[in-house]
T-cell receptor
Framework: GENVEQHPSTLSVQEGDSAVIKCTYS??????FPWYKQELGKRPQLIID?????GEKKDQRIAVTLNKTAKHFSLHITETQPEDSAVYFC????????????FGQGTELSVKP | GAVVSQHPSWVICKSGTSVKIECRSL??????MFWYRQFPKQSLMLMAT?????????EQGVEKDKFLINHASLTLSTLTVTSAHPEDSSFYIC???????????FGSGTRLTVV
């Protein structure tokens, strides 16, 4: 089955700097790659997603890149702000076949003012 | 947008008792729901896939006799933790995929504490 590896587990940046979180997946059939932000005790919130027919997607300060050949995808947050501090998870699924969403281990991002 | 309602949001139960958690899709039909468990400072681990009208598919290492899943209608899936023990204390959360390719919708989660 699918296995998603996420790095780093913790990331500390200064306000205004960029943050990059990387994930690799094992199942070449995976075609949907969402990123979630989760606050303590809350449900995951989708911040951006990408499908396998696209190499990059951007939404304001957030971007995701996908390399299907290497089976890795990354989250890029620019101009970080203290309110970006949270735990971020990547995930992967074969969306149109069963659709089990498998999560990475998570990254705790801390943005210092 | 698509909403999944999960209840209860938190529950405390005594060791040896059973607890039922419900997830309802409010504005769409969910033929499939996914159940996750999340321990503190860990990731969401998929426990099982719930299929309407058929048996659930459990992930390796998940005891199907302990975590009973029922998906009797297109809008309701339930997870029952039977004979709960303190090590079952965790955050349980369900998810579904609304039609139209709009990704996954999550319930608000249930914090289970077994004392």
């Amino acid at each position: 089955g699918e296995n998603v590896e996420q790095h780093p587990s913790t990331l500390s940046v200064q306000e205004g700097d960029s943050a990059v979180i990387k994930c690799t997946y094992s199942d070449s059939a995976s075609n949907y790659f969402p990123w979630y932000k989760q606050e303590l005790g809350k449900r995951p919130q989708l911040i951006i997603d990408i499908r396998s027919n696209v190499g990059e997607k951007k939404d304001q300060r957030i971007a995701v890149t996908l390399n299907k050949t290497a089976k890795h995808f990354s989250l890029h947050i620019t101009e970080t702000q203290p309110e970006d501090s949270a735990v971020y998870f990547c995930a992967a699924s074969v969306y149109n076949q069963g659709g089990k969403l498998i999560f990475g281990q998570g990254t705790e991002l801390s943005v210092k003012p | 947008g698509a909403v999944v309602s999960q209840h209860p949001s938190w529950v405390i139960c005594k060791s040896g008792t059973s607890v039922k958690i419900e997830c309802r899709s409010l504005d769409f039909q969910a033929t499939t729901m996914f159940w996750y468990r999340q321990f503190p400072k860990q990731s969401l681990m998929l426990m099982a896939t719930s299929n309407e009208g058929s048996k659930a598919t459990y992930e390796q290492g998940v005891e199907k006799d302990k975590f009973l899943i029922n998906h009797a209608s297109l809008t309701l899936s339930t997870l029952t933790v039977t004979s709960a023990h303190p090590e079952d204390s965790s955050f349980y959360i369900c998810s579904a995929r609304p039609t139209g390719g709009a990704g996954y919708t999550f319930g608000s989660g249930t914090r289970l504490t077994v004392v």
